[in-house]
Structures are given as structure tokens and as C-alpha cells.
């Protein structure tokens, strides 16, 4: 059963984060919104996710009916089911343009199920998407783990649907619900962060764009939701993280004979 982010009546915003279970795979969120009869789902996950989701969509709404697949980036754990939702849906698939002559490779009747008339690619600067009544932003996020990365802002709603940009690494199994202890919760984000956010220059600029739109809510790919205070401080955390290529230095970028690692043998 999903965890209820946002309902209004006529808009719903829905998490799913059990899907995945014990060490079958890296634990994520997937998320469902629904407006006037429409419905959307963000990174719905690999193929691993798709029967589970789809069993658990049910209480919801039949899975062909979904309208739009929006993707954050390419990763597996984001597209790898993408093949069986072009193949048992209508639904047209929204992704960085950077990416969007890639996802392709991942669905083996890509002409049968209509090729490029089945996406709707979102250019460097973002996209206004519209569901029903609703209207989603697609706001870059490049550099953010992904070259070519968008975060997904529902202007009804006000969350902000982040990828993996504020994104924790927690066990399967962990109990849902809004992060109430920041500097508890950080273990869980600081080694990811510092490792797949391309420089502290990029994740202001990000930091700088979501202050401005002001949202309710910041919700990633992995991990637990943020509100309130306790996403003020993600955000000034954020604003002053070293990460990646702040990081790298000469003894980085050296062969590994010269570093005493140890062989890889056949």
C-alpha cells in the first residue's frame, strides 16, 4: 500500500518504498501521481520492481492506465523496467534529451510498441509537463549523479520529487515516513553524496534553484522524505558540501601497481 504524500481529493501523491525486498536489490522509492483521471508515475524502477509495483498500483488504478513515465536519469534502478511499461501501456516516457536516443536499447520491440513517438524528451533547461489539471515541472539537475539529471516539481502538491539528489542509503525494510533528526539521519546520505554529486558548484546552483520555488516537500529516489525544518538544514548542508571532483587529488589518478592494490586474478 502506498504512503500517502499529498491528497486532496482530486490530487493524489503516492510513495512506494517496500518493493524491493532483503538483498534482492539497492532500496527506492517509487512515486505515483493522479490528477483529473490522469495518472504519472516517476522512476518506476528496474525490472525487478515491475510486477511488484504494478501489483501494488492496483489498489489505485489498473497499470495500463498511466499516462506518463517520468525519469529522473538513465539508471537502471530508474528505467530498467521500461521496456514492459511501453510494452503493456499507452504511456509515453519523459527523459533528458541527453538520454533519450539511449533508452531505446532497453526495449527490444522498440519499433513494435512506436519508437520515438512514445517519448516526450525534455531539453537542458527543463519542460512544463501537463497531467490533467496538474502541471509538473522538469528542473535540471546535471552533474547530480547524472549528466544528463532532471528533479520533478509538482506545482499542486508542492513536492519536490528529487531523484537521487537528497537521496539516503537505508536497509530494506525501513519504516517510511519524514526524516525528524537530520544530523542522525546524514550517515545515511553524506558518503553517497560526496561520491556521485559532481562539485559543490553544481549542488548550489541546484540548492539556489529549489529555495526559490519554495516546496513543501523534498522526497528522493532512496531513503526517506524531508519537511519543514528539517529540510531547511538538508538544503544548508547541501550548500556546503565538498563533493566529487572537489575531492579528487593526484594520489586519486595513479596505476594501481603503484598503489599496492591487490590483483584481480582469473
Not at 502506498?2 to 510513495?15: K, N, Q
Not at 528533479?151 to 520529487?161: A, G, H, K, M, W
Not at 539521519?185 to 558518503?191: A, D, V
Request: glycine letters at 10%; proline letters at 5%.
Amino acid at each position: 500500500m502506498g504512503f500517502v504524500l499529498y491528497d486532496s481529493g482530486a490530487h493524489r501523491c503516492l510513495a512506494y518504498s517496500d518493493l524491493v525486498r532483503g538483498e534482492d536489490g539497492v532500496q527506492a522509492n517509487q512515486f505515483l501521481i493522479r490528477n483529473d483521471g490522469h495518472s504519472a508515475l516517476i522512476d518506476p524502477g528496474g525490472s525487478l520492481l515491475y510486477t511488484p509495483l504494478t501489483m501494488a498500483l492496483a489498489r489505485e488504478l489498473p497499470s495500463h492506465k498511466i499516462d506518463l513515465i517520468l525519469c529522473s536519469h538513465q539508471d537502471p534502478d530508474v528505467i530498467g523496467s521500461v521496456d514492459k511499461w511501453l510494452l503493456y501501456t499507452q504511456a509515453k516516457v519523459v527523459c533528458s534529451r541527453l538520454w533519450g536516443r539511449f533508452v531505446p536499447h532497453l526495449v527490444p520491440h522498440y519499433l513494435d510498441v512506436g519508437g520515438d513517438a512514445r517519448y516526450r524528451l525534455v531539453d537542458d533547461e527543463g519542460a512544463n509537463i501537463r497531467l490533467g489539471e496538474a502541471s509538473i515541472l522538469a528542473l535540471p539537475a546535471h552533474f547530480m549523479h547524472s549528466v544528463g539529471n532532471l528533479s520533478f516539481f509538482d506545482e499542486t502538491s508542492r513536492i519536490l520529487f528529487s531523484g537521487d539528489v537528497c537521496s539516503g542509503l537505508v536497509p530494506t525494510g525501513t519504516h517510511y515516513g519524514f526524516v525528524e533528526d537530520f544530523d542522525a539521519y546524514r550517515p545515511c546520505m553524506e558518503g553517497f553524496h560526496k561520491r556521485y554529486m559532481a562539485s559543490n558548484r553544481v549542488v548550489r546552483l541546484w540548492v539556489d534553484m529549489v529555495r526559490e520555488l519554495q516546496p513543501e516537500m523534498i522526497v528522493p529516489q532512496h531513503g526517506l522524505p524531508f519537511r519543514g525544518d528539517v529540510m531547511h538544514t538538508l538544503l544548508d548542508w547541501l550548500y556546503a558540501l565538498s563533493c566529487g571532483v572537489d575531492l579528487m587529488g593526484h594520489s586519486d589518478y595513479r596505476p594501481q601497481s603503484a598503489r599496492g592494490a591487490l590483483p584481480i586474478a582469473v
